[in-house]
């Protein structure tokens, strides 16, 4: 089924909190890191961490000082501002070629046009527009901005450029004419800028170095002019959180059906530590997979024993009729691990055995094919009970001459030898007084009948039956030859 892209997602996105500005940190180059290279993982929510790719003097280009950053719906770009290097890697951050053009050096943030070319500056009043295809500077646009930040509205044929706490400049790509001017107010030591058409925009991302939150996104409202108080800190997620931030892009194509958004963090201060570029997911572009039903509570015993293995069952359906995978949950800090797959609508079996006795909440939860996970299931208990043979004494009936009564064994194994009597105490027994016997098997779950010898005699008596260890008691009266349970 289609979302509407973002309306939900800003939403989710607005309780995020907004870093204070207390500082600004201008630099080109920053401090410590630790995460893992190569690490990518499709998500499927608002800010889920989508990549991170060590490219400083740990990771792919074995250098720090990297800061610019693009992408350009094939292939990601990094520059490394004190040098004339531009680095392009793959969509899972393998390098793939180092490379330099003629005329350009210090690059820091990057812009793509959507079609062919690339636009960056080195903090100055110049832009450069690159074919990085072809390897060379197409035009050099001049002017009082100064570009360190820069993006490319493709909507309106613009470029946004700013440098740290100064102005954004409208600037046109083709004369370097600035068109306009408006100041974010919020951000002091901005470094990178991503375009985003988001109809409930159209925004401009701004990647700042405020000290407090030296790596952190905000958004500007382009129709409204104004921010509006969502941020992000990546340093939460990228290196060792005192990274700064660098440059910036978004784009539709980085991974199917979502836009995203990403960037480049500045780790490369203190010693063994690096730079790395990221990539987050925004809202998505197209249909989107749902994740299955929440199934029912399992369908299984309620109770149990020890030791013994015990089968449930859980189903489910996928609205897109993707395959399904189940977990299991036993209740005892164990669970199945992810069963199947399963087609939609058939059904899964999970079998458990539990170790201790106790009362256990069995659920289920499933997920699809794409790891869209539903809900936990309502709770299935089962009450576990000690494993061997459980003897229990039945109801204690009376009647003409006799007692009569069962032993049931409601455990796992058969019991053998089981000694039981009958005996009654108080009034006036002639006879019958005490009866006993052995059983020689009750079989698990099975049940045996017993009953005293011939009873005469008079007044109020208790009965007590026993059978192994198990024993119950029984008030009742002997008139004469008739036992009358009370």
């Not at 009034?427 to 009873?455: D, F, P, Y």
Request: one cysteine or more.
């Amino acid at each position: 089924m289609k979302k509407k892209i973002f309306c939900i997602a800003i939403c989710m996105l607005m309780c995020v909190t907004v870093y204070t500005v207390t500082g600004t940190k201008n630099s080109d180059v920053s401090p410590n890191i630790t995460t893992n290279v190569q690490n990518y993982e499709a998500n499927k929510a608002p800010w889920d961490l989508l990549a991170v790719y060590d490219i400083g003097a740990t990771g792919q280009t074995q250098l720090n000082g990297n800061a610019g950053a693009e992408f350009d719906g094939t292939n990601l770009y990094s520059t490394r501002w004190a040098s004339n290097l531009i680095h392009r890697y793959d969509v899972d951050g393998n390098l793939l070629e180092e490379f330099s053009i003629p005329g350009v050096t210090g690059l820091r943030d990057l812009a793509y046009d959507g079609a062919q070319y690339m636009y960056g500056g080195a903090a100055a009043g110049t832009i450069w527009k690159m074919d990085f295809t072809t390897k060379t500077l197409v035009a050099t646009l001049t002017g009082v901005f100064q570009s360190r930040a820069i993006a490319y509205d493709y909507d309106l044929d613009i470029l946004y450029v700013s440098n740290w706490a100064d102005p954004v400049w409208e600037v046109d790509p083709t004369s370097g004419a600035i068109l306009g001017t408006f100041n974010l107010g919020l951000t002091t030591s901005t470094y990178g800028f991503a375009y985003d058409p988001d109809p409930a925009g159209p925004y401009l991302w701004v990647f700042d170095q405020t000290v407090g939150a030296t790596s952190t996104i905000y958004q500007w409202d382009l129709t409204a002019g104004a921010m509006t108080g969502f941020s992000y800190n990546v340093g939460v997620d990228v290196g060792s959180g005192v990274g700064i931030a660098g440059g910036l892009w978004a784009s539709p194509d980085f991974q199917d059906g979502l836009f995203c958004i990403g960037g480049c963090v500045q780790d490369s201060t203190a010693p063994g530590v690096t730079d790395y570029l990221f990539a987050y997911e925004l809202y998505p572009t197209g249909p989107v997979n749902e994740p299955p039903a929440t199934p029912a509570a399992p369908s299984g015993p309620s109770s149990g024993n020890v030791g013994t293995s015990y089968s449930f069952t859980a189903t489910t359906t996928d609205p897109e009729s993707d395959d399904i995978y189940y977990l299991f949950d036993w209740g005892d800090g164990n669970d199945s691990g992810w069963l199947g797959p399963f087609t939609s609508g058939a059904t899964a079996t999970g079998m458990h055995t539990w170790g201790s006795i106790g009362t256990y909440d069995i659920k289920v939860k499933a997920k699809d094919e794409h790891n869209a996970e539903s809900g936990w299931s309502a709770v299935h208990p089962i009450t576990i009970n000690p494993a061997g043979p459980i003897l229990e004494i039945q109801p204690i009936t009376g009647g003409l001459f006799k007692v009569k009564t069962s032993i049931k064994n409601s455990g796992t194994i058969t019991a053998t030898n089981v000694n039981w009597s009958i005996k009654l105490d108080g009034g006036v027994i002639l006879l019958g007084k005490e009866t006993t016997g052995t059983i020689a098997g009750i079989t698990a779950g099975g049940e045996v009948a017993i009953s005293s010898k011939l009873i005469i005699g008079f007044g109020a008596t208790v009965i007590t039956v026993t059978a192994g260890t198990a024993s119950e008691t029984q008030d009742a009266k002997v008139i004469l030859f008739f036992i009358k349970i009370v």
